[in-house]
């Protein structure tokens, strides 16, 4: 069975700290795996992953793969309250996705 | 602008009530998807078309119905058979294989 475990489930920290979200994950058939934004509705996409051991960086935000121990790690450095919302991460199988339960991240000013 | 429209945003139903959501695409994408996302879980596939006229099962597909009889567009049913409908749902379509996905804004059905 598919599994993808994000931790922490839910983060507290204030502005300018720098954060660390994990996931790993256990599918069949990984593609890649995609990073989402979700605030009030849709979720927003971040990053997709395809390969281990190549960051892919957006202003604060980075993240790594790790193909072999089957995780990966979502980065925000510099954190506002902006950022607060919940990440989603989700690897990619055949023609489908595995979602995450997400990381709730606040935000304080 | 290209993108997906779900439609309504906001859904009340009465109990033993059938309802049908609505998520239509501009995009040129072969498959369409929806999930459906309860607070504290992530999102959960309901059911996914690649080709129009076909469609699977995702993993709670119970007590839903989907048809795809047209590229564009893929309505999600919640059949009176659903025992727990309140949640919110969001469809999303994407190339095939999946290397894009793009997402609606989400509909919310509130069973009263």
């Known amino acids: 069975e598919d599994k993808v475990v994000q931790s922490p489930l839910s983060l507290v920290v204030h502005e300018g700290d720098t954060v660390t979200l994990n996931c790993s994950y256990e599918?069949?058939?990984?593609?890649?795996l995609l990073w989402y934004k979700q605030e009030k509705k849709a979720p927003t996409f971040l990053f997709m992953l395809?390969?281990?051991?190549i960051e892919k960086k957006s202003g604060r935000l980075s993240s790594i793969l790790d193909k072999k121990e089957l995780f990966s790690i979502l980065n925000i450095t510099a954190t506002q309250t902006g950022d607060s919302a919940v990440y989603l991460c989700?690897?990619?199988?055949?023609?489908?996705?595995?979602f995450g339960a997400g990381t709730r991240l606040t935000v304080k000013p | 602008d290209g993108g997906i429209t779900q439609s309504p945003k906001y859904l009340f139903r009465k109990e033993g009530q059938n309802v049908t959501l609505s998520c239509e695409q501009n995009?040129?994408?072969?498959?369409m998807y929806w999930y459906r996302q309860d607070p504290g879980q992530g999102l959960r596939l309901i059911y996914y078309?690649?080709?129009?006229?076909?469609?699977q099962k995702g993993d709670i597909a119970e007590g839903y119905s989907v048809s795809r009889e047209k590229k564009e567009s893929f309505p999600l049913t919640v059949t009176s058979a659903q025992k727990n409908p309140t949640a919110f749902y969001l469809c999303?379509?994407?190339?095939?294989?999946?290397?894009?996905?793009?997402f609606g804004s989400g509909t919310r059905l509130t069973v009263v």
């Open positions: 999303a379509s994407s190339i095939i294989p999946p290397y894009g996905y793009t």
């Open positions: 989700a690897p990619t199988i055949d023609n489908d996705m595995r």
């Open positions: 995009l040129n994408h072969d498959a």
């Open positions: 599918v069949t058939n990984f593609r890649s």
């Open positions: 395809t390969s281990s051991g």
């Open positions: 078309s690649q080709i129009v006229n076909d469609f």
